[in-house]
């Protein structure tokens, strides 16, 4: 492994440099600040019990402490080591550091679940929604959008009544990126585009600032933005297949893009619909293709 020169950063000094890091991600998504400081926290707990000098070695032993000590996921502990690298990009850019050490430690083999539900039966259960209330509106919509258009979670927690596009054509989802805060045009099927429609007229007038799904209350729709907790609980109740079976909230985006191969889309096609900018969510779409396929829906 390279040598790199010992660095040695103050902890009070650190944990400013962490948070001014923080700041520089303010286009990022929440979910993606929120992780990103799950990891740098681990980061400073870990500098705070070891002697660390910002050395490829010391970024091994974290991540091995992550594995050994925390007892995190191997999927979890590749997500951490790449807020780290972000971390160490910035302090490269302000030279704190010389060069990135973190870059030339590999994350581990990335592990994939077979997921065991049928295609049919997440398309049953969606359009079993019972839609006569705004809540089963709201998260008919919601979960539509995800299945059908392959749109995030996160994308759709913070999208905007105004974000919604419509042309003579079709209807589109303008949707900021992850990191950089960039746009993207999500296409919205026709039937999708109705669920919505058939929310938000439920929801009366909304101005186009206002969130586009929110929290409802007591049969009403709230001001107030659809949080993540709120999502989880929805995906509870609508996706819950018993005996403990309940899908999780980032695999009905990954069943979105297996129907779309098991209705004969390519992989280039795929990527651009899903709009993947590496191959390792794809490689899961591969895994589980043939396992949750069935029939085409």
């Given at each position: 492994m390279?040598?790199?020169?010992?660095t040695?950063?103050?902890?009070?000094?650190?944990?400013?440099?962490?948070?001014?890091?923080?700041?520089?991600?303010?286009?990022?998504?929440?979910?993606?600040?929120?992780?990103?400081?799950?990891?740098l926290d681990q980061?400073?707990?870990?500098?705070?019990?070891?002697?660390?000098?910002?050395?490829?070695?010391?970024?091994?032993?974290?991540?091995?402490?992550?594995?050994?000590?925390?007892?995190?996921?191997?999927?979890?502990?590749?997500?951490?080591?790449?807020?780290?690298?972000?971390?160490?990009?910035?302090?490269?850019?302000?030279?704190?550091?010389?060069?990135?050490?973190?870059?030339?430690?590999?994350?581990?083999?990335?592990?994939?679940?077979?997921?065991?539900?049928?295609l049919?039966?997440?398309?049953?259960?969606?359009?079993?929604?019972?839609?006569?209330t705004?809540?089963?509106?709201?998260?008919?919509?919601?979960?539509?959008?995800?299945?059908?258009?392959?749109?995030s979670?996160?994308?759709?927690?913070?999208?905007?009544?105004?974000?919604?596009?419509?042309?003579a054509?079709?209807?589109?989802?303008?949707?900021?990126?992850?990191?950089?805060?960039?746009?993207?045009?999500?296409?919205?099927?026709?039937?999708?585009?109705?669920?919505?429609?058939?929310?938000?007229?439920?929801?009366g007038?909304?101005?186009?600032?206002?969130?586009?799904?929110?929290?409802?209350?007591?049969?009403?729709?709230?001001?107030?933005?659809?949080?993540?907790?709120?999502?989880?609980?929805?995906?509870?109740?609508?996706?819950?297949?018993?005996?403990?079976?309940t899908?999780r909230?980032?695999?009905?985006?990954?069943?979105?893009?297996?129907?779309?191969m098991?209705r004969?889309?390519?992989?280039?096609?795929?990527?651009?619909?899903?709009?993947?900018?590496?191959?390792?969510?794809?490689k899961?779409?591969?895994?589980?293709?043939?396992?949750?396929a069935?029939?085409?829906?």
């Amino acid at each position: 492994m390279e040598k790199f020169p010992a660095t040695t950063i103050p902890q009070s000094q650190l944990r400013i440099l962490v948070q001014q890091f923080d700041g520089t991600m303010r286009h990022a998504g929440k979910s993606t600040r929120h992780v990103y400081k799950k990891a740098l926290d681990q980061l400073l707990s870990f500098v705070e019990t070891n002697i660390f000098h910002f050395t490829p070695d010391n970024f091994v032993s974290f991540r091995l402490w992550l594995i050994d000590q925390k007892k995190l996921s191997k999927n979890t502990v590749n997500v951490y080591l790449t807020a780290s690298r972000r971390f160490c990009d910035y302090l490269v850019g302000i030279a704190v550091l010389k060069k990135n050490p973190a870059w030339s430690v590999h994350g581990t083999a990335q592990e994939f679940k077979i997921l065991k539900t049928k295609l049919t039966d997440i398309a049953k259960a969606i359009s079993g929604i019972n839609r006569e209330t705004i809540l089963g509106k709201r998260d008919f919509a919601f979960l539509s959008a995800i299945f059908e258009s392959g749109a995030s979670i996160c994308e759709l927690i913070e999208a905007d009544v105004g974000d919604l596009k419509r042309d003579a054509k079709d209807a589109k989802l303008c949707v900021k990126t992850r990191a950089h805060g960039k746009s993207e045009l999500i296409s919205l099927p026709e039937s999708t585009t109705f669920a919505i429609d058939d929310y938000m007229n439920s929801r009366g007038a909304v101005g186009a600032g206002e969130p586009l799904f929110v929290t409802v209350r007591g049969g009403k729709a709230m001001k107030s933005r659809l949080s993540l907790r709120g999502v989880r609980y929805a995906m509870h109740r609508r996706m819950n297949f018993g005996e403990k079976k309940t899908i999780r909230l980032d695999s009905l985006r990954t069943y979105c893009a297996v129907r779309l191969m098991s209705r004969g889309k390519s992989s280039d096609e795929v990527r651009s619909i899903m709009r993947f900018k590496s191959n390792m969510p794809f490689k899961k779409i591969l895994y589980n293709t043939k396992a949750v396929a069935g029939s085409k829906v």
